[in-house]
Every structure is written in structure tokens, then in C-alpha cells.
């Protein structure tokens, strides 16, 4: 499954975490790369591939919170993703 640049930056940020997070916390850590409104598009598609889970948290405000957790599959696609190079935003098996 090809992998956006946005998808792996999400995974790489995800994979040290013992704990989970949720999708405002990985856009401000990602140094401006996702931006706040695309972040759970992404994520959404991480966890449609098997690569993250997901639960809602409850919290002062309205509406619940979505806490993040990179699964085994994703810990496996983080490190295939290593060994790839960019191309056209989409991360393919490097030719070098």
C-alpha cells in the first residue's frame, strides 16, 4: 500500500509514543508539515489501512477527543517507509 509523505510523518511521530495522542498534538509536532484541519484526513486513512487505532476521550468541551495508537502493522510500515525515497509525495521502493 503506497503511503502519502503526510501518512509517514504521522506514523514516525507516533512510533516513540508509549502513550496516545491525538490528532492536534502530532499537526504541532510536525513543524508545520499537517496542518490542524487535514490532520484526522490522514489519520482516518492510517486507520482504514490497519495502521493506527483509535478511541474517543471525553473532555471539558463539547465535542470528544480522538486519541491515537500506532498498531504493529504500522510499526511495520514505519520501518519499510525507511528504506524509500519521495517522489511525487507518494513513498516507492528506492532504485539506488
Partial sequence: MALSNKEVLLLELLEPMVYEHYGFDLADR???EIARGSVHVYLS???DKGYVTSRKEETDSKYPRS???LTEA???ARI???GMSR???RWVLSCQ
Avoid: C, F, Q, V
Fill in 30 to 32: 510536525s513543524n508545520g
Fill in 45 to 47: 486513512k492510517l486507520k
Fill in 67 to 69: 486519541m491515537y495508537r
Fill in 74 to 76: 504500522g510499526k511495520r
Fill in 80 to 82: 519499510d517507509a525507511e
Fill in 87 to 89: 517522489p511525487k509525495g
